[in-house]
């Protein structure tokens, strides 16, 4: 698959590089990526057990913008020194906060843990006005309380993978919210997710693959990963061209005005008055 061959370079938002169920392949992945444009991808870590490998992701590979929170779903394996940690891994790292967020999808769900995790993780990002990534499911009104009532980073915050209504739209731009567009919204099912993505201000739209998950349809597939021991397709994250191509079709917009927006807009929150690249120990600095 050749690089869209648009003058600016694509750029993923949000995945999970260092996921386990990639079994070691990430430096294959990131070359794939590489090949199709690919410039940037911001790899979330979830939670203690995954920050280490994110750490290492941004050492080997320099596209890597990383990424460190602890995810919701996640919280009940916190330590008690979590916090120090999360700061370590950021001294380290230069990187962002993230992915955290509230979720009431999932059971079993404690909302008040929750919520005070959630919150501390948003106050350190607001303290360093850092990039932050926010996950939530079926809390949409609980997450616009928690941004009214506490400190946000001043360059704003990432609604990754927008699933929340239309209505909502405005106040969390107000509030200072990105939105990142998954290649999963592209299916016929997710049409309602996608048309909410037409009432986005442009210069607050990303695009973001989620590997492995939220795999695009099949008829727009770039790249295809075998089936996981748990019998799941796994999303390759050098689909994000394929992303990028499925928006701009859907929404009538040429590719090449698409991917330089979005470079524009990547550049802005996630890049501005930072400096990304992660500085270790020398014992450490080391390439493999």
Known sequence: MKPIDVGAGLYDAHNHLQDERFQGCQSELVEASLGVGVTRMVVNGSSEEDWPWVLDLARRFPSVVPSFGYHPWYIAQRTPEWRERLV????????????????RWREPSDPVAQEEVFTWQLRLAAERNLPVSLHCLKAWGALETVLRREPRPERGFLLHSYGGPVEMVPAFVKLGAYFSFPGYFLHERKQRQRETFLHVPEERLLIETDAPDQLPPDPVLDFRLPVAANGTVLNHPANLAAVYRG?????????????RRVADNFSRFFLAGRTTSASFPDETNKTE
């Not at 370590?88 to 979720?103: A, K, M, P, R, T």
């Not at 928006?247 to 991917?259: G, N, R, V, W, Y």
């Open 88 to 103: 370590e891994f950021l001294d380290l790292s230069g990187g962002c906060v993230g992915e955290i967020g509230l979720d």
């Open 247 to 259: 928006f701009a079709a859907f929404a009538k917009t040429p590719l090449e005005l698409l991917t």
